[in-house]
T-cell receptor
Framework: KNEVEQSPQNLTAQEGEFITINCSYS?????LHWLQQHPGGGIVSLFM???GKKKHGRLIATINIQEKHSSLHITASHPRDSAVYICAVGDFGNEKLTFGTGTRLTIIP | DGGITQSPKYLFRKEGQNVTLSCEQNLNHDAMYWYRQDPGQGLRLIYY???????QKGDIAEGYSVSREKKESFPLTVTSAQKNPTAFYLC?????????????????FGPGTRLTVL
């Protein structure tokens, strides 16, 4: 079973700062997902990647398959980015996901 | 609009009662999932279904039951056998891969139901 670890668990930053959230996993995967959970509880999928790098607006996700590591970056952070960011990895051969415990991000104006 | 709906958003039940959580999707997805979220823990898979009339146990299926009679609907029943039912429950769906396909599919999540058992 894959073990997924995220760091840091909590992160508080000033508006405008560059944010990095890390995710590492123990076993080879089919893909890695970055999810965003707002205080109301609903979850939105931000990225799904199996190699390289993806960018969407101010968000950038990278993955290093050899090192079993992914990072989520937020440029020019804004208070509306405050949320819990969750990393999840998919196993080969099925659709099941293993989730990290999340990183709670708070951006202060 | 296409999406996943869960109802109700908040649910209160007395200990010993069964309760059914609703999950409906109009995305025409084959696969549907139920997850449980507890404070300080990652989401854990309860049950999943990759096709109508078929479902499999996830990592924490004890005390739960599901049905998949229609493609759009995947209700979850929390039975009195579930020892710690108070939690946040999330439903998700994804297009199912065809056998032999390598494309990985994204999962789409509903808004969740917060169940409190008193």
């Amino acid at each position: 079973k894959n073990e997924v670890e995220q760091s840091p668990q909590n992160l508080t930053a000033q508006e405008g700062e560059f944010i990095t959230i890390n995710c590492s996993y123990s076993v080879g995967i089919s893909a890695l997902h970055w999810l965003q959970q707002h205080p109301g509880g609903g979850i939105v999928s931000l990225f799904m990647l199996s190699s390289g790098k993806k960018k969407h607006g101010r968000l950038i996700a990278t993955i290093n398959i050899q090192e079993k590591h992914s990072s989520l970056h937020i440029t020019a952070s804004h208070p509306r980015d405050s949320a819990v960011y969750i990393c999840a990895v998919g196993d080969f051969g099925n659709e099941k996901l293993t989730f990290g415990t999340g990183t709670r991000l708070t951006i202060i104006p | 609009d296409g999406g996943i709906t869960q109802s109700p958003k908040y649910l209160f039940r007395k200990e010993g009662q069964n309760v059914t959580l609703s999950c409906e999707q109009n995305l025409n997805h084959d696969a549907m999932y139920w997850y449980r979220q507890d404070p300080g823990q990652g989401l854990r898979l309860i049950y999943y279904s990759q096709i109508v009339n078929d479902f499999q146990k996830g990592d924490i299926a004890e005390g739960y039951s599901v049905s998949r009679e229609k493609k759009e609907s995947f209700p979850l029943t929390v039975t009195s056998a579930q020892k710690n039912p108070t939690a946040f429950y999330l439903c998700a769906s994804s297009p199912s891969r065809l056998a032999g396909a390598t494309q990985v599919n994204e999962q789409f999540f509903g808004p969740g139901t917060r169940l409190t058992v008193l």
